[in-house]
């Protein structure tokens, strides 16, 4: 065991190490060698070290450079060195953090965590908390406890009596919110379709006023952090009608729910502290390993009545809080370790910087292709960049140019309607070098495909 977790652990560096100089999108040979993989099942043992050999000769080189420094897809956050090293040991630790009685580390550990993350992120010390498998899990979370507090209010036990017959609930969501939202309603029978939809701006902000009068059970999606933009829908006053009109308000804040940590992004964050529930991803911003999502609620026993699981087997009576009573897993490795990891490891002041950087980087990405002619789309408010460079055919094949060169990626989207290169900057080990390196490669392909104009002007008309 000493010699096979020693030698592994050497790959890993060496695969960390090799990040720099490698391409980030694997190379087609690289693809075309994980047909080594593909093998009858061994009729016999095979030492660990030769598994480990064959994961690591096939299997690095056909990764994608996540964990690197010019990685820019997605909303994808590097592992932290504190968060990836406390993976390993929890996963040497092995334990499955249901219950407290059974698995106390893992549980206190994700308990003090809870309490950091709630302070450090300015949500009510009292609010519940579930550590899940990521933002769609979350959303679904939370949105679980909402279903419960607004139909109990009515009258009726959803735990109980599930949905049939149960009065309606009314949910009201922006049209730009993310597709996980749309699937956790549908797993909650609440539907995906059947959902009164918002219009939203230029930024894909929820329009308030286009906010119906409402009555009876009613759930509100709000976003902090569209996917493509980084804007936030305008929390304010989509909190005051909830409040009004007595509806659960939930937000949706994958990423951008840690601009909270930042003092300086508080003009975007200001009453995000008022909903009801919060969902958002340890994985992207706190730049800890996959699977880490994080759900929040306010009234913690909301989300206990609907998550809570007893069985005679089961040691749950504790005066501690136990994990499984918040979360819709029962067994479940102690996803909280690495949070609690990077948190510790970063403090109050590292996290705020983690995420200001990303976002002066950002911003820095945009001014260098507004300097070179090529249309920023959105309003760079966080760490999102929507770069277009002409039409739909051109942007994609400078997209695709820069993959294949390998220094760094980023992937494409359609924003309303026009077709654009989408950056995120949301890795602790990207560096100023890092976006300079990237940016001179990036616009050093577009000038290639494209003849640079000044279309910004034109735009604006
Ligand atoms: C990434 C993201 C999700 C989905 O998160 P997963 O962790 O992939 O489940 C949901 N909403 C928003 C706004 C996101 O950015």
């Not at 092995?94 to 309490?115: C, F, H, K, M, W």
């Not at 009726?156 to 939202?181: K, M, N, R, S, Y």
């Not at 409402?214 to 759930?219: N, R, W």
């Amino acid at each position: 065991m000493r010699n096979l977790l020693q030698t592994t652990a050497t790959r890993a560096i060496d695969y960390l190490e090799g990040l720099d100089t490698r391409s980030v999108a694997p190379t087609a040979e690289a693809i075309a060698r994980l047909d080594r993989f593909d093998e009858p099942l061994p009729d016999h043992l095979t030492d660990p070290e030769t598994v480990l050999q064959l994961l690591d000769e096939i299997g690095s080189p056909a990764t994608i450079g996540m964990a690197g420094a010019r990685f820019f897809g997605f909303v994808i956050g590097g592992s932290l060195p504190a968060a990836l090293a406390a993976n390993w040991l929890a996963s040497a630790w092995d334990q499955n953090s249901a219950l407290y009685r059974v698995t106390p580390g893992t549980a206190r550990l994700e308990q003090i965590a809870l309490g950091w993350l709630l302070d450090v992120l300015h949500l009510p010390a009292t609010a519940g908390g579930a550590f899940v498998s990521g933002a769609t899990a979350a959303n679904f979370t939370a949105l679980a406890a909402a279903r419960h507090t607004v139909l109990s209010r009515a009258g009726w036990d959803v735990e109980g009596q599930g949905l049939f017959g149960a009065p309606p609930i009314t949910v009201v969501i922006g049209a730009e919110a993310h597709p996980t939202l749309f699937k956790a309603l549908g797993l909650l029978g609440l539907g995906r379709q059947r959902v009164i939809k918002i219009p939203v701006d230029h930024q894909g902000r929820m329009r308030p006023e286009a906010l119906p009068p409402l009555a009876g059970p009613t759930i509100i999606c709000a976003q902090a952090g569209n996917i493509n933009t980084g804007a936030f829908d305008p929390i304010r006053e989509v909190s005051a009608y909830a409040r009004q009109i007595g509806a659960w308000l939930h937000v949706d804040g994958a990423f951008g729910l840690w601009a909270l940590a930042t003092p300086s992004l508080a003009h975007l964050t200001r009453g995000l502290e008022r909903a009801d529930s919060w969902a958002t991803d340890a994985h992207k911003w706190l730049n800890v390993p996959y699977d880490s999502g994080l759900a929040f609620v306010r009234e913690a026993e909301a989300l206990r009545a609907a998550m809570a699981v007893a069985a005679d087997y089961l040691p749950t009576v504790t005066a501690q809080r136990n994990p499984s009573d918040y979360t819709p897993e029962l067994s479940r490795r102690g996803r909280g370790v690495e949070v609690w990891a990077a948190l510790r490891s970063l403090g109050r002041s590292g996290l705020a910087d983690l995420i200001e950087r990303n976002c002066c980087y950002a911003q820095r990405f945009a001014e260098g292709f507004d300097a070179a002619g090529y249309e920023v789309l959105n309003d760079v408010v966080l760490n999102q960049v929507l770069v277009s460079f002409g039409d739909a055919a051109t942007t994609n094949r400078v997209i695709a140019d820069i993959q294949a060169d390998g220094t760094c990626w980023a992937g494409g989207t359609v924003w309303q309607g026009q077709t654009a290169m989408r950056i995120s900057v949301s890795s602790w080990a990207t560096t100023g070098a890092d976006v300079e390196r990237s940016l001179e490669v990036m616009l050093r392909i577009a000038a290639k495909q494209t003849k640079p104009v000044q279309v910004r002007a034109a735009s604006a008309v």
